[in-house]
């Protein structure tokens, strides 16, 4: 069990993990399964809805063929302090992807709105994490975060870019 977070509040988390492909015929409704098993997902197209499951440790040409065959990308976060997920989640947008993006891990509410800038449209919580840190606590952390130091999160410029635009005049 987990909590799902998205820009608006809690979501309902309507796909079910499935690690091997012998399980695959056990799930009914929409599935997320691993680079391991997705080609035999997509074969067997006995699901309605496919997510993928990606490590954050790997490059996004390993998911590049299936952007058009997925609805939702969840991008595994091992620990909040590795944002690699944060660059995946950028270049998966940049390469056209425009499903649902997931951020599946331990991250904070003080990261939120840094994910939603990257592209993620969700986050998927561990039971532990999100009861120390309810959805309120996500929701007035969105609002709260309105700079970042990356160049490319978002609309705005980064405080780098602004502080190169103030010595400029």
Not at 11 to 18: A, F, G, H, N, Q
Not at 98 to 103: E, F, H, I, K, V
């Amino acid at each position: 069990m987990s909590a799902l977070i998205g820009a608006e509040g809690a979501l309902e988390d309507e796909y079910t993990p499935v690690e091997a492909v012998e399980d695959l015929s056990l799930a009914e409704g929409a599935v997320l399964v691993p680079l391991a098993v997705i080609d035999q997902a997509i074969a067997d197209r006995r699901n309605a809805r496919l997510g993928l499951l990606l490590p954050n440790d790997v490059p996004v040409s390993a998911a590049e063929p299936y952007l058009g065959a997925v609805d939702l990308i969840a991008v595994a976060f091992p620990s909040f302090s590795d944002g690699r997920g944060l660059s995946i989640a950028m270049r998966l947008r940049r390469a056209g992807f425009t499903g649902r993006l997931r951020a599946r891990g331990p991250l904070i509410a003080d990261q939120f709105a840094e994910a939603l800038a990257c592209g993620f449209d969700e986050v998927e919580l561990p039971d532990a994490l999100a009861g120390r840190q309810p959805v309120a606590q996500w929701l007035a952390a969105k609002d709260s975060v309105t700079a970042h130091y990356q160049t490319g999160y978002g609309e705005t410029r980064s405080i780098l870019q602004q502080r190169l635009d103030a010595r400029r005049g």
